[in-house]
């Protein structure tokens, strides 16, 4: 599904090169689970961004369902970014203003999907995440845990290819935190992609897979306990 041959990304800033990705190599199937994990600084985030089609790679290539995206333009990279990948953030990225109906509905809009498909789909994934009883509320209404089903919700709703989850229990306690990832292993029972960066070492091991980075490069990959386990 997802394939990185010697991948660079070189970040320039007046006469200051950083390197962030060191001839990375990846594959990842459909239908996986994977962890990223590594110090702050490693590369994890611009991994993740290339991933998910937010930014394009120095040189290298990257292939998202065989097609050859690295010198995709930005607008290109969005086109393919609306239907096909599904993103979970730290800090929620919910609009304030917007109630949590609202909010799920947005990825239906730019799909632009007919207005009664929009409100089943988002009764549905409202349902499937246990929120449906806050659909009017405001995100400030909403705790934390609360807020990160919402997003959860508004990743799956367009039914992507790939869901990006970067740090999704970052900013929630260990209970929110530990329904938070039964919910990703839920999505992944039912065949969502799934890739995670976290600094957990205690998430990372309900993937299947943890990739462990450093300075830009992969360090390691390996199975984990509870990867096998559950299968």
């Given at each position: 599904m997802?394939k990185?041959?010697k991948?660079?990304?070189?970040f320039r800033?007046?006469d200051?090169e950083?390197?962030?990705?060191?001839?990375v190599?990846?594959?990842i199937?459909?239908?996986?689970?994977i962890?990223?994990t590594?110090?702050?600084?490693?590369?994890?985030?611009?991994?993740l961004?290339?991933?998910?089609?937010?930014?394009?790679?120095?040189s290298g290539?990257?292939r998202?369902?065989?097609?050859d995206?690295?010198?995709?333009s930005?607008r290109?990279?969005?086109?393919?970014?609306?239907?096909?990948v599904?993103?979970?953030f730290?800090s929620?990225?919910?609009?304030?203003?917007?109630?949590?109906h609202?909010n799920v509905?947005?990825?239906?809009?730019?799909?632009?999907i007919?207005p009664?498909?929009?409100?089943?789909?988002?009764?549905s994934?409202?349902?499937?995440?246990?929120?449906?009883?806050r659909r009017?509320?405001?995100?400030?209404?909403?705790?934390?845990?609360?807020?990160?089903?919402?997003a959860?919700?508004?990743?799956?709703?367009?039914?992507?290819?790939?869901i990006?989850?970067?740090e999704?229990?970052g900013?929630?306690?260990?209970?929110n935190g530990?329904?938070?990832m039964?919910?990703l292993?839920?999505l992944?029972?039912?065949?969502?992609?799934?890739?995670?960066v976290?600094?957990?070492?205690?998430?990372?091991?309900f993937?299947?897979?943890?990739?462990?980075?450093?300075?830009?490069r992969?360090l390691?990959e390996s199975?984990?306990?509870?990867?096998?386990?559950?299968?």
């Amino acid at each position: 599904m997802l394939k990185l041959e010697k991948l660079n990304k070189v970040f320039r800033a007046n006469d200051v090169e950083t390197t962030a990705l060191n001839e990375v190599n990846l594959r990842i199937s459909a239908g996986e689970f994977i962890a990223v994990t590594g110090p702050s600084g490693c590369g994890k985030s611009t991994l993740l961004n290339i991933l998910g089609l937010l930014d394009s790679p120095t040189s290298g290539t990257y292939r998202f369902m065989d097609k050859d995206v690295s010198k995709y333009s930005e607008r290109e990279r969005a086109h393919l970014r609306k239907s096909g990948v599904g993103f979970v953030f730290q800090s929620f990225n919910l609009i304030s203003e917007l109630s949590v109906h609202a909010n799920v509905e947005l990825p239906l809009l730019y799909q632009k999907i007919a207005p009664a498909e929009r409100r089943r789909r988002v009764e549905s994934v409202l349902e499937k995440v246990g929120v449906a009883s806050r659909r009017d509320h405001l995100p400030k209404q909403l705790s934390g845990g609360q807020q990160q089903r919402v997003a959860v919700a508004r990743a799956i709703v367009g039914k992507p290819q790939l869901i990006l989850a970067d740090e999704p229990t970052g900013n929630l306690d260990s209970a929110n935190g530990e329904e938070v990832m039964h919910m990703l292993m839920a999505l992944h029972a039912e065949g969502s992609t799934i890739v995670m960066v976290t600094h957990s070492p205690l998430h990372a091991q309900f993937a299947q897979r943890t990739i462990r980075m450093l300075d830009g490069r992969i360090l390691s990959e390996s199975r984990t306990p509870l990867a096998e386990l559950v299968a």
